[in-house]
């Protein structure tokens, strides 16, 4: 029974101890419980701390700039036109704004992001079969309907951006492509609209002999 006392006496004078340095300010580290050998690598894990030296670089800097190409996701670059596809009425941009030029190199580049982030779903014309159909997606839009024709480009630009949620199962995009690149999808997709609807007219004179017209 005595021993039960002494027991019962240390675990309280141990508690009241240790609670009583609760919001002290300590100026040493805390005591080390466990030895490194038992968790290696996990105890002191290597990293640089905030404006702190590094020796792997030359200059010793540990705060490095970022990658070139790298855009913060709540940067805005151009005003509401170029990253809202909105005038300043609120109303949606029709054409492109002054900032993109439409040229064969905006056109790659939009056919470049488009195979990659909406071929899956909207397939490589833009008519709903994308891969995903064959594993249970519900119906995919086409983009040759009338509906999406006549969508003014700034609207078509803040759907890639802001995706369909929750009624479509289309997320968003802004995360992924910068606001020239959404702007080079909506053009890779007039392009591939205007692939299903061309006329021999359409095709300038000179270059109709490379597409055997005569």
């Known amino acids: 029974m005595r021993q039960l006392y002494l027991g019962t006496a240390f675990l309280v004078v141990l508690t009241v101890s240790i609670l009583g340095f609760r919001g002290t ?16 690598g996990m105890k002191r894990q ?21 990658p070139p190409g790298t855009v913060p996701a709540d940067l805005k670059t151009g005003g509401d036109e170029l990253d809202l596809g909105k ?43 994308g891969v995903t159909k064959r594993y249970g997606m519900g119906a995919t839009p086409t ?20 995706g369909k949620q929750p009624a479509n199962n289309m997320p968003p995009y802004a995360d992924k492509l910068t606001a020239a690149d959404r702007w080079a999808v909506v053009a890779y997709v007039r392009a591939l609209q205007r692939s299903q609807t061309g006329k021999t007219a359409d095709v300038p004179a000179e270059h109709r002999g490379e597409l055997g017209i005569k």
């Open 143 to 162: 983009y040759h309907d009338d509906r999406l024709r006549q969508m003014s480009e700034g609207e078509i630009f803040n759907t890639i951006s802001n």
């Open 25 to 40: 300010t300590f100026t040493h580290p805390p005591m080390d419980v466990f030895p490194e050998w038992l968790f290696p």
């Open 46 to 66: 290597p990293k640089y701390k905030t404006q702190g030296t590094s020796e792997f670089f030359a200059d010793g800097r540990a705060d490095r700039m970022p």
């Open 87 to 129: 005038k300043s009425d609120g109303s949606w941009v029709r054409g492109f704004p002054s900032a993109i030029t439409v040229d064969l190199k905006l056109l790659e580049r939009g056919r470049d992001r488009y195979s990659i982030y909406c071929t899956p779903c909207h397939g490589l014309v833009g008519d709903g079969n």
